[in-house]
Each structure stands twice: as structure tokens, then as C-alpha cells.
């Protein structure tokens, strides 16, 4: 069993900051990749940014130069530092964890999601 606690969010204005970030335990061998999605009304989830195991990363076009994913030196933790925040980045942001268990199977978790909003 794999659990991921995700905290952060909040309402803020536009042009101000957030950090999220998603804490993975439970049964890992290793994590294969961690990333962010975000969905608002109506619309599908979409990805934001991702890390894989190597450290590479990965950012949807609409939020490179404002948001930037890292993770803890565990690798166990990922967070989502979003800067210069806009009224269309206003979503549900769900963490996304690919891992990999002691028995050599591959799952995704997702997290429970966290509202952000932002107020023009």
C-alpha cells in the first residue's frame, strides 16, 4: 500500500506565489517518476511537470519559466514551486506517483488533490 499526502494550495492573487508538495510512503522499492496535474471545471487533467528518477524534467508549455518541480533528497517528496501565478491556473492540482513495489510491479497512485485558486 501506497500512500501520498499532498498539502499546499489556497486562494491567492495574481502574481503571488504557492508551493505544493506530495509526500509518498508505504510499500516502495523505488519511484520511478512523480509529477503534477491540475483540472479545472469542466475540462480533462492535464499534466504540469514531471520528474523522472534520473532528475529529468518535464513542464506543460503554459507554465514553463513560472513553475518548477523538485523533489526532496530522499526522492520521496515532491514539491511544485509556482510563481507569478495567473487567474487560468486556477485548478485542482492532483500529485501523480509512478512506483515501483517490492515485488517488482509497477503502479501509479494519485493524490487526493488540492484547489488552487487565483483571484484576478
Known amino acids: 500500500q501506497v500512500q501520498l499526502m499532498e498539502l499546499g494550495g489556497g486562494l491567492v492573487q495574481a502574481g503571488e506565489s504557492l508551493r505544493l508538495s506530495c509526500a509518498a510512503s508505504?510499500?516502495?522499492?523505488?519511484?520511478?517518476?512523480m509529477g503534477w496535474y491540475r483540472q479545472a471545471p469542466g475540462k480533462q487533467r492535464d499534466l504540469v511537470a514531471s520528474?523522472?528518477?534520473?532528475?529529468?524534467?518535464n513542464y506543460a508549455d503554459s507554465v514553463k519559466g513560472r513553475f518548477t518541480i523538485s523533489r526532496d533528497n530522499a526522492k520521496t517528496t515532491v514539491y511544485l514551486q509556482m510563481n507569478s501565478l495567473k487567474p487560468e491556473d486556477t485548478a485542482i492540482y492532483y500529485c501523480?506517483?509512478?512506483?515501483?513495489?517490492?515485488?517488482?510491479?509497477?503502479?501509479?497512485?494519485w493524490g487526493q488533490g488540492t484547489q488552487v485558486t487565483v483571484s484576478s
Open positions: 508505504g510499500s516502495i522499492s523505488s519511484i520511478i517518476a
Open positions: 520528474i523522472t528518477s534520473g532528475g529529468s524534467t
Open positions: 501523480k506517483v509512478g512506483i515501483r513495489n517490492p515485488w517488482n510491479q509497477h503502479y501509479d497512485y
